[in-house]
Each structure stands twice: as structure tokens, then as C-alpha cells.
Nanobody, 116 residues
């Protein structure tokens, strides 16, 4: 079982920024599309952003376009989610995984709380 390790969450005021990091096993980092997902209580886990293996293509949910940026740090084998202009509705636990996700890859997530 391979797990991703998410970090960087925290409490921030609306309009603020956070930088999330996803440590990714070397077995999949270079060859797999990696995505960030988020989940709030009672709701399904939704895709926020994804980035292709070659770093040449990225996809964003409409709700975060223009505010979030996904990127790869090849030296550290991590996938970064830079979040700006945060809104209270961005409050969630954020996870990373392959895209499409595999059950055994889910980590513990990192909690993001945006206060109004």
C-alpha cells in the first residue's frame, strides 16, 4: 500500500494564501497524473486540480480557476498546490492522489480552514 503525504494546511483569513505540498512515491511521480482533491463533512471528495506527468498539462475545477496553481517540484518529488484569494468555501480537508484516484493511495490529508 502506497500513501501520499500531504502537508501545509492551516487556518487563514479570507483573501489569504496557503501552499500545500504532496510527497509522492517515486514509483508514480514521474509517470502519473497527480491531483489534489478536497472533502467537506457529508460530501464527496472532489477534484480540485491535476497535473500531468510531463508537467505540460493542468486542469482546475471551475471554483478554483485563477486562484489555485498546481505544479511539480521534481527535485523534491512533490506536487504543490498554491492557493491564493482563499474563500471560506475553500475550507476542507485536502488530499492528493493519482488521477483517477486509487483507494490504497489516500493519505491523511491536510486541513484548510478559511475564516470569513
Amino acid at each position: 500500500q502506497v500513501q501520499m503525504v500531504e502537508s501545509g494546511g492551516g487556518l487563514v483569513q479570507a483573501g489569504g494564501s496557503l501552499r500545500l505540498s504532496c510527497a509522492t512515491p517515486i514509483s508514480i511521480f514521474r509517470t502519473t497524473t497527480i491531483a489534489w482533491y478536497r472533502q467537506t463533512p457529508g460530501k464527496q471528495r472532489d477534484l480540485v486540480a491535476s497535473i500531468g506527468s510531463s508537467n505540460s498539462s493542468s486542469h482546475y475545477a471551475d471554483s478554483v480557476k485563477g486562484r489555485f496553481t498546481i505544479s511539480r517540484d521534481n527535485a523534491k518529488r512533490t506536487v504543490i498546490l498554491q492557493m491564493t484569494s482563499l474563500k471560506p468555501e475553500d475550507t476542507a480537508v485536502y488530499y492528493c492522489n493519482r488521477s483517477p484516484p486509487l483507494l490504497g493511495y489516500w493519505g491523511q490529508g491536510t486541513r484548510v480552514t478559511v475564516s470569513a
